[in-house]
DNA sequence: TTGTAAGCGTTATCAA
DNA sequence: TTGATAACGCTTACAA
């Protein structure tokens, strides 16, 4: 592995003066900058970050972290967040499991956007600090170098039940996310204030305990069918349960609307495609917002208000239009 | 940031001492163990990555490097990747763009997994060495340090096509990936082949430049549109372009496939959803072997052999049976 | 304009 | 069983 130190030998300088081109520092001879960068270029050179990091301590790089890769849109997050990270300069990693811990706060990376379930509220409070600020996707917390970039889950959930209700629907059932996160929460709590708005009784039995994955949401429509009476419609906590849901109607005969109405929440690239009724969520500009946010907390303009992004309801083939029985 | 000497002043030992148990050394004393592991968790110590990589430079950790945010099937790849890492104890990072080769060969990483078609050959070939070695997933190379773990394009892509022709269809479209890329090229020539093998011509005007994303396959398809005859079939080269030329074709009032049938590659998500025949890759799998086998050669079990991935071939109703015309 | 030297957090060698 | 110290690659005062 070729150093700063080779460098400098072959061009018969110092290590700083060498140090001081790559740095574009102004204190170096017009002729000597070009020698030494053409050796670097000639050694191919690559500065070794974790000298850089150990020194200086203030690299331009952030990190992401989440695990959940059942949940394809979390790409365009990335996204969001690598563009606006290249056009400013830092660098992005991306962690996706506990390891993660050991790349914020140390040297390595100057910030941090989470969007992982499994990182505890505590661990990110230890973490966070005045040199180091987070950015939190998935939960909403006080403390003054967190910033909460979250969406607003309640008012879109609760007009989109309102219009499937505004369609003549009027028995539901409730496939649910996990119960711990805000996001479930919020919608389900939605949910039950738009019915309670609208006179509609919710039995516990018409809720089903899922994980926002593909499989649970398939599941609970398995048992569901097996009960005596099917609901007008399936609100499901998220996309992928929601298409499970949909797989196992059809699996079973059942006509999505006709015999049974199914929403969904995230739009995913299959929600357009299986015609589900669900919200919107603009993926890339959350990724594009958080890096933001989490980049002007790095250069100090200190700001951890909560964000809320709101979202877009899409109304698909999966809800109809029920004629009422008068 | 707490450190190993605040933890040596606090346990009044030396940073030796600490340095020694958190390595799990045996030459020191179960009492003073305790009290330091103790002080580390109430600390919540957490080791320098940075130190520790300059001064020890065998990191268990891998990195992972892609940039293309509308394949929405490398989260599988990654999933298998993590996974992997995981049982074996390694750690994973994951980088977006041309900062990663920051973290090549700098002693933060012991290897790389590429699938980048921006990172060039020859800049591998610098990277890459007996101390680091790297798997290559989107090309073949030749080096004793760089092992290619390649999906098989050639012989599902023929026999999909002869399928297709098996029901049939007589003249084809062709909308390619990226030129440059290796499985566009072989996904290609294996179509070429399989016409040619039937006597079926092919023009070089039903030859669409594609980029991979679905706007290009529908774009495709728009100008395809225009032209005097459409083929019968529609070959893609993968289920981006694919699903864009199908929503194109609809949007035209043209069904598939009574009027015109379409093939994808990749098996994606919506491919299913869509109805699309396809070529299945398994990509957690090919995530996981590619894991293994870094970290078999970091771990000097050297084997660069290429690897070949074999798909499945998955007839759907993008493609029907056409009677002939007699 | 250039060079010398200290120090970042850690591990490793060797002496106590 | 422990401690002192050099070294990893780099940046940064400060001296020349």
């Known amino acids: 592995m070729v150093g700063i130190k080779d460098i400098a030998k072959r061009a018969g300088v110092s290590v700083s003066t060498v140090s001081n081109v790559l740095n574009n520092k102004k204190n170096v001879g017009e002729e000597t900058r070009q020698r030494i960068l053409r ?4 050694l191919s050179y690559q500065p070794n970050v974790a000298g850089k990091a150990l020194k200086s301590g203030k690299p331009n790089t952030i990190l992401f972290n989440f695990s959940d890769f059942d949940r394809s849109f979390y790409l365009k997050i990335i996204n969001g967040i690598s563009d606006y990270v290249n056009d400013n300069d830092f660098d992005l990693i991306i962690c996706t499991d506990k390891s993660c ?4 706060n140390s040297s390595l990376t100057s910030g941090s956007i989470i969007l992982d379930k499994k990182m505890q509220d505590d661990t990110l409070t230890r973490l966070a600090g005045e040199n180091y600020p987070i950015v939190v996707l998935d939960r909403i917390m006080n403390n003054q170098y967190i910033k909460s970039v979250v969406v607003n889950n309640y008012e879109p ?3 989109m039940i309102q219009g499937v209700i505004d369609r003549g629907y009027r028995s539901f059932g409730f496939v649910g996310g996990p119960e711990e996160t805000a996001d479930n929460k919020e919608r389900y709590r939605a949910f039950r204030d738009a019915l309670e708005a609208n006179q509609i009784q919710f039995q516990q ?3 089903f ?5 593909e499989k649970s949401g398939y599941t609970a429509a398995k048992i569901l069918m097996l009960s005596r ?3 007008d419609c399936l609100v499901c906590a998220n996309d992928n349960m929601a298409i499970g849901a949909m797989k196992a109607f ?25 015609g589900l009724t669900t919200v919107s969520i603009p993926n890339y500009e959350r990724g594009y917002i958080a890096a933001r946010y989490l980049i002007e907390n790095i250069r100090g303009q200190r700001n951890v208000e909560t964000f809320k992004i709101s979202a877009k309801i899409i109304f698909r083939s999966s809800v109809g239009s029920k004629k009422q029985d008068i």
């Open 39 to 42: 050796i670097c270029e000639e």
């Open 101 to 104: 811990e050991k790349y914020m």
């Open 157 to 159: 959930m609760y007009e």
């Open 205 to 207: 039995k018409s809720y």
């Open 209 to 213: 305990a899922g994980n926002y994955r």
């Open 229 to 231: 009476e099917l609901p």
């Open 250 to 274: 059809r699996e079973n005969g059942l006509r999505v609307p006709e015999d049974i109405a199914v929403t969904g929440f995230d739009n995913c690239d299959l929600a357009e495609a299986m």
